[in-house]
Each structure stands twice: as structure tokens, then as C-alpha cells.
């Protein structure tokens, strides 16, 4: 973990549990590091589980990078019954008749999986953090408004089922999918359900992975009485995070100080086929950079231009 003037800086992996939220786990490490600057990078519904990246201090700069990087989720998806949010955090609302659902077959729902992966138009979840005109969906959807919102194009690179489990009344299924940002494994469900006629929602999700970030290598977070007598883990620091985000380039004390000066600068070693790069200087991460006019120019700073004075 390394200081900066305003406290901590650097990445934090959370294996968030399930019944708190993303703000609730943010609030928790505020407390716990002894800071206020802390923002999290992809929000995890109440319900879910697993990898949440925390930035702190300076690490809060790279939070857009972490955003935008492709995701893995562990899911069961039940067929047979659909709820208001999608999952199980509302009560179900519609029902499969019977005999349609005894009739699924196993091809049909492998099939239903099938077109729900690669390029597809998926629209979001209404009971979602999704903006209309400045307010989130969710809040429209509790103050009882009728919310329609569009669809967008999203990625499933991968959509793996494990196992199929029936019952009378539903069908559990569970799968693995790699996703490009923006997809809500929930509106899989949902479209999964509505295919096949049965109607459907999650019942258990859990993010395993973010870009480069593994929830092998998350910590556990206290529970808000504990957090005072827990020492806080180590955070990842700037210039590893970032490496792992986009290409990385190291600079001499000159490069990084005329960068921080906001000059367009030559970096030769630079990937020229790059769109930004992690400009790193003895270890530390001066910023992300990225091409201008035939040069490099920094887009985000995350180191003082008086730790590369002369």
C-alpha cells in the first residue's frame, strides 16, 4: 500500500457477500482504511457476489479502465417463473404452465443458451442503475413508474451450462459466462425464459472476474463491527494494476516530469498500435497516456510532477 498526501493509494480486490451492497462495501473500507476517497469499479446487485474493485486515492483514477474490461460470472438461472428485478431479490410474479415446462427438453434450453451468445441487442434490466434523463431506472421503477429502456449491443463470449436440475416447479440452471461490460447476466435469464415460453430470473450470481482480476485474490470484508479490529490487506499498487489494464511503457524522470507538465511527448518504446498506455517511472505510475498528434500526451495523472523534479 502506498501513501499519497491525501492517504492510501492503489486497487483493493473485495469478495463482496451477498446481502450488501456496492455502497454499503464501499462505505465499509472507507471506515476501514481510514479514507474517504473510495469508489468502486462495476456495480454487484444485494443479491450477488463475489469480485468488487475498490480503488483508493489515486486509484480511483483507474476505476474507468476497470469499468470497461470484459467480466466472468458464475450463475443459476431458474426457469419457471419470472420476478419483478429479475432475480431473486423480488418475489416471483409470473408462472410457466406446468405442462409446457415438463416438456422442456434439455436441446431446447441449450439451444435458448445458444442465442444468447456472441454479438447481441440486450436490453438492460428495469430495476437497474441504468440512467434515464439523470435518474437511475430502479429509482423511476420504486416510484412506480412504467420504465422502457433500450436495447444495446453486448458481447457473451462465453455461455457454459454445468448442470440442469429439475423439479416440479422450475428448472435450475447453471452456467458460466464470459461477458464484455453492460451485460446483465439477470437479462439473460429473463430473455432465456421469455425464448422458451417458461418465463425466468436468477437465483444465485457470483463475479469471478474483472479484466485481469481474479476473486481468487480478493479479501474478505469485515463485518461493519469488526472493521476496527481487522488490519487492513496491502492494496495493489498503481503501476501493477494498471500494467494489467493496458500495455505498460517505462519513462526516465524527464519523460515523466514533461508529461506531467502536459507536454505531447515521443515515448519509442510505446506500442504505437496502442490506444493509451501505463507510462511507468522507477516503479511508480506517473499515468495513463495516450496518443496525440505523433506523440503521447497524458490523459490521466496520477503521480505529483514534484516527485520528478530536477
Known amino acids: 500500500m502506498t501513501k499519497s498526501s491525501s492517504g492510501p493509494t492503489g486497487l483493493l480486490l473485495i469478495d463482496k457477500p451477498g446481502g450488501i451492497t456496492s455502497h454499503d462495501a464501499v462505505s465499509r473500507t472507507r471506515r476501514w482504511y481510514g479514507t474517504r476517497k473510495v469508489g468502486h469499479a462495476g456495480t454487484l446487485d444485494p443479491m450477488a457476489t463475489g469480485l468488487l474493485v475498490l480503488g483508493l486515492g489515486q486509484g480511483t483514477k483507474l476505476l474507468t479502465y476497470v469499468v470497461g474490461a470484459d467480466k466472468t460470472y458464475t450463475a443459476t438461472m431458474r426457469l419457471g417463473s419470472s420476478t419483478p428485478s429479475d432475480d431473486a431479490d ?24 445458444a442465442k444468447q451468445t456472441g454479438s447481441i441487442e440486450q436490453v438492460p ?22 420504465v422502457q429502456l433500450k436495447a444495446r449491443s453486448v458481447t ?63 479479501h474478505e470484508l469485515p463485518e461493519r463491527g469488526q472493521v476496527d479490529e481487522v488490519s487492513p490487506p496491502e492494496l495493489i499498487d498503481l503501476g501493477s494494476g494498471a500494467a494489467g489494464l493496458m500495455p505498460a511503457v517505462k519513462v526516465d524522470a524527464q519523460v515523466a516530469r514533461g508529461l506531467l507538465q502536459g507536454r505531447f511527448l515521443p515515448i519509442p518504446e510505446a506500442d504505437p498500435s496502442a490506444d493509451r498506455c501505463a507510462a511507468i517511472a522507477d516503479g511508480r505510475l506517473v ?19 514534484e516527485d520528478y523534479k530536477q
Open 156 to 218: 457473451v463470449s462465453r455461455f457454459d451450462i454445468h448442470d440442469i436440475r429439475r423439479a416440479e416447479s422450475h428448472i435450475d440452471v447453471d452456467v458460466s459466462v464470459d461477458c464484455s461490460t453492460g451485460t446483465y447476466i439477470r437479462a439473460l435469464a429473463r430473455d432465456i425464459g421469455e425464448d422458451l415460453g417458461v418465463y425466468g430470473h436468477l437465483t444465485a450470481l457470483r463475479r469471478t472476474r474483472i479484466g485481469p482480476f481474479s476473486v481468487e485474490d480478493a
Open 287 to 305: 499515468g495513463v497516456v495516450e496518443p496525440r498528434q505523433g506523440a503521447w500526451k497524458i490523459a490521466v495523472g496520477t503521480a505529483l510532477l
Open 125 to 146: 434490466s428495469a430495476v437497474s442503475a441504468v440512467k434515464i434523463e439523470g435518474k437511475k431506472a430502479y429509482e423511476l421503477v420504486r416510484a412506480g413508474e412504467d
Open 90 to 113: 423480488s418475489s416471483p410474479d409470473r408462472f410457466a404452465d406446468p405442462a409446457v415446462l415438463a416438456g422442456l427438453t434439455v436441446a431446447e434450453i441449450r439451444e435458448a443458451v
